[in-house]
């Protein structure tokens, strides 16, 4: 821990996308409504109201499951522009107090207020003026944590949402994280829970319990954080420049494609916006990436990375190809495919709000 205290503010709009979605339509507040793609054509749900919610329909969850669960839902075509828009007019809000932001999401962002622009001594004070204020201007809620660190702050605003706000003092951050299911952890996924629950760690306290040799032994590297979050701690700092680490582009498709000749074809419309991305970034990357998931939902990727960085589309095309030949379809028919380039060089700094898309 650094010799002052940080002062760490995790801001979290509650249902962005189909919070966005009813207050622009007055008529379906109140009502089940996902944000993605028809019930009657192939799509995922891309966000989920907290009316939604309740019948057990989340982000991910293929359209047809989820009127399965709620037959009257609604479903509304994403408008990413106007959530782009609304994102910025938050982001420009977190600036009246600190340029120490890190976006994580359109609808997420860490802010670092140890120093702030407005020399406001609690760090709780500025999260409830944010949250007003975002509210008064843009008739939207946000939930908020406020802790030491990354990790308790994210975990604090979880904890009261949707319009809610939760503070982590330093003399009780080892009590919260003690008494924490270890499936509540951020940053533990289900797999990783699993395997801890095989090893008898479920709490906080079961985790602290592990020494930093059986964790690494267990979980590799994975295991440093899960030693340090156990005890409350996390070092790391709010990027205010978070760099791109990959570029890539994607497409699912109404219907499942199992003639090679057309999923090559769409592989190609794929590497065109692929390389549009690129250029738009001035980016070149070492590593290129297919992703592929069937009509089952079984997904695997397949990696392959050169010594020299390529941005031209025909190395693309020709690599994508490469990596489309290892894979055995087997009879199977493909619902989407991907592609994506990391290892990126030539890239400038920026500022990068991850679609949840």
Same mark, same amino acid.
């Given at each position: 821990?650094?010799?002052?205290?940080?002062?760490?503010?995790?801001?979290?709009?509650?249902?962005?996308?189909?919070?966005?979605?009813?207050?622009?339509?007055?008529?379906?507040?109140?009502?089940?409504?996902?944000?993605?793609?028809?019930?009657?054509?192939?799509?995922?749900?891309?966000?989920?109201?907290?009316?939604?919610?309740?019948?057990?329909?989340?982000?991910?969850?293929?359209?047809?499951?989820?009127?399965?669960?709620?037959?009257?839902?609604?479903?509304?075509?994403?408008?990413?522009?106007?959530?782009?828009?609304?994102?910025?007019?938050?982001?420009?809000?977190? @600036?009246?107090?600190?340029?120490?932001?890190?976006?994580?999401? =359109?609808?997420?962002?860490?802010?670092?207020?140890?120093?702030?622009?407005?020399?406001?001594?609690?760090?709780?004070?500025?999260?409830?003026?944010?949250?007003?204020?975002?509210?008064?201007?843009?008739?939207?809620?946000?939930?908020?944590?406020?802790?030491?660190?990354?990790?308790?702050?994210?975990?604090?605003?979880?904890?009261?949402?949707?319009?809610?706000?939760?503070?982590?003092?330093?003399?009780?951050?080892?009590?919260?994280?003690?008494?924490?299911?270890?499936?509540?952890?951020?940053?533990?996924?289900?797999?990783?829970?699993?395997?801890?629950?095989?090893?008898?760690?479920?709490?906080?306290?079961?985790?602290?319990? @592990?020494?930093?040799?059986?964790?690494?032994?267990?979980?590799?590297?994975?295991?440093?954080?899960?030693?340090?979050?156990?005890?409350?701690?996390?070092?790391?700092?709010?990027?205010?420049?978070?760099?791109?680490?990959?570029?890539?582009?994607?497409?699912?498709?109404?219907?499942?494609?199992?003639?090679?000749?057309?999923? =090559?074809?769409?592989?190609?419309?794929?590497?065109?916006?692929?390389?549009?991305?690129?250029?738009?970034?001035?980016?070149?990357?070492?590593?290129?990436?297919?992703?592929?998931?069937?009509?089952?939902?079984?997904?695997?990727?397949?990696?392959?990375?050169?010594?020299?960085?390529?941005?031209?589309?025909?190395?693309?095309?020709?690599?994508?190809?490469?990596?489309?030949?290892?894979?055995?379809?087997?009879?199977?028919?493909?619902?989407?495919?991907?592609?994506?380039?990391?290892?990126?060089?030539?890239?400038?700094?920026?500022?990068?709000?991850?679609?949840?898309?």
């Amino acid at each position: 821990m650094a010799n002052q205290t940080r002062k760490i503010i995790h801001i979290d709009m509650d249902a962005f996308y189909a919070s966005v979605e009813q207050r622009d339509n007055p008529k379906y507040i109140g009502k089940p409504l996902v944000v993605g793609g028809s019930p009657n054509q192939r799509g995922v749900v891309a966000a989920a109201s907290y009316e939604a919610r309740k019948y057990g329909i989340h982000s991910a969850m293929p359209s047809k499951i989820a009127v399965a669960r709620c037959p009257n839902l609604i479903f509304v075509k994403a408008r990413f522009e106007v959530y782009r828009s609304i994102s910025s007019q938050i982001h420009h809000i977190f @600036r009246r107090y600190t340029d120490l932001l890190e976006p994580i999401a =359109l609808d997420e962002a860490y802010l670092d207020v140890t120093i702030n622009k407005q020399n406001i001594p609690y760090a709780s004070t500025i999260a409830r003026l944010i949250r007003n204020e975002i509210f008064q201007e843009t008739n939207l809620t946000a939930s908020a944590g406020v802790s030491i660190n990354k990790f308790l702050a994210k975990m604090a605003s979880g904890k009261n949402k949707p319009n809610g706000m939760t503070v982590i003092l330093p003399e009780q951050a080892q009590e919260f994280v003690q008494g924490l299911p270890i499936e509540k952890f951020h940053g533990i996924g289900k797999v990783t829970a699993a395997k801890m629950n095989d090893l008898g760690i479920r709490t906080g306290a079961d985790l602290k319990g @592990r020494s930093l040799e059986f964790l690494v032994r267990q979980f590799g590297k994975a295991g440093y954080y899960y030693y340090n979050i156990a005890r409350a701690r996390d070092e790391r700092a709010v990027e205010a420049n978070r760099i791109r680490k990959s570029i890539g582009a994607e497409n699912s498709f109404a219907v499942d494609l199992n003639d090679t000749a057309l999923i =090559l074809k769409e592989l190609e419309k794929i590497a065109t916006t692929l390389k549009e991305r690129i250029d738009k970034h001035q980016a070149s990357g070492r590593t290129i990436t297919l992703k592929v998931k069937f009509s089952d939902y079984q997904q695997i990727t397949r990696s392959r990375t050169l010594n020299t960085p390529i941005s031209d589309f025909n190395a693309i095309l020709i690599e994508a190809k490469i990596l489309f030949k290892t894979i055995e379809l087997n009879n199977r028919s493909i619902r989407l495919l991907g592609l994506s380039l990391s290892n990126l060089d030539n890239i400038a700094a920026q500022i990068v709000q991850l679609s949840l898309w």
